[in-house]
């Protein structure tokens, strides 16, 4: 018998009523409608994959917070799809504001985890995933003002992983490293800041610069790491798609230091 997974259907939902929220307050235009939707179906898909990989019918009391947040940047990215789109400018305090709550939430579905003895690796994935996603179109809001160069800021993950397809040893287990997740919040932080333009330009771009800068040594760490521990380490990453998810063994404390995606762990 199949086993009923309606968690990610209701955040779909709920998606959808967010944006037509988003629509009745600032408008919205049709690329910020497909775009929305299109997230909130992708990320309701692939929920409803993991549940299914993982053997769970319901997701977490932390997994829940975690959707809240994906919710908040599903309207960020329709918001900043509407303006790329369009050229008009987007709802600035809108959209800094659900960045700024999103960004604050990231520090509480981990300790609810934790509380409530819920930890699982889906949730780690989860949480990974939209906190680089957020940071992803933060820089494709800011390119157009501070320069195309922003954008490596959100793309550096996501080259990350398309060079572990490549290499074998980048796709091995890395420990656990508190820096990691202090750069990771830096990049949240500085791209928020810069949205909301209420600093100099030059002063905007320096931040962005040093955030930069931070995360390239971290990732860069990493990367020594790995090639160092290349014949040695064997263990697949958790950030690898095609990877079983053991969700009984993963503190969620650490969650993000388990993953190939070192930098961009925001809790």
Not at 113 to 131: K, P, W
Not at 202 to 220: D, N, Q, R, Y
Request: glycine residues 10%; positive net charge; charged residues 15%.
């Amino acid at each position: 018998m199949s086993t009923v997974r309606t968690g990610p259907q209701i955040g779909l939902f709920v998606q959808i009523v967010l944006l037509a929220g988003v629509a009745a307050t600032v408008g919205l235009g049709v690329a910020g409608w497909l775009t929305g939707t299109a997230y909130g179906v992708v990320t309701c898909l692939a929920l409803l994959r993991g549940l299914r990989r993982a053997g769970t019918p319901r997701l977490g009391p932390a997994d829940w917070v975690t959707m809240g947040r994906g919710m908040l940047v599903g309207a960020v990215t329709a918001l900043i799809a509407d303006a790329l789109s369009s050229g008009r400018t987007a709802p600035v305090a809108l959209l800094v504001a659900m960045t700024g709550v999103a960004l604050a939430l990231d520090a509480v579905d981990g300790k609810v985890a934790r509380r409530t003895g819920t930890t699982s690796a889906l949730g780690a994935r989860f949480d990974m995933e939209v906190d680089s996603f957020l940071v992803l179109m933060l820089s494709l809001y800011v390119a157009p003002s501070v320069g195309p160069w922003v954008l490596a800021i959100g793309l550096m993950r996501y080259v990350f992983l398309a060079a572990g397809w490549v290499l074998p040893w980048m796709v091995a287990q890395l420990p656990p490293r508190y820096w990691r997740k202090v750069v990771a919040a830096v990049q949240g932080i500085m791209l928020a800041v810069a949205a909301a333009q209420v600093l100099p330009g030059m002063v905007t771009t320096a931040l962005l610069v040093t955030a930069l800068g931070l995360l390239v040594e971290s990732f860069g760490r990493d990367v020594r790491w790995l090639w160092r521990h290349r014949t040695t380490s064997t263990a697949p990453a958790l950030a690898m798609p095609t990877v079983p998810i053991d969700v009984r063994r993963v503190d969620r404390s650490d969650e993000h230091d388990q993953s190939t995606a070192p930098a961009l762990s925001l809790r």
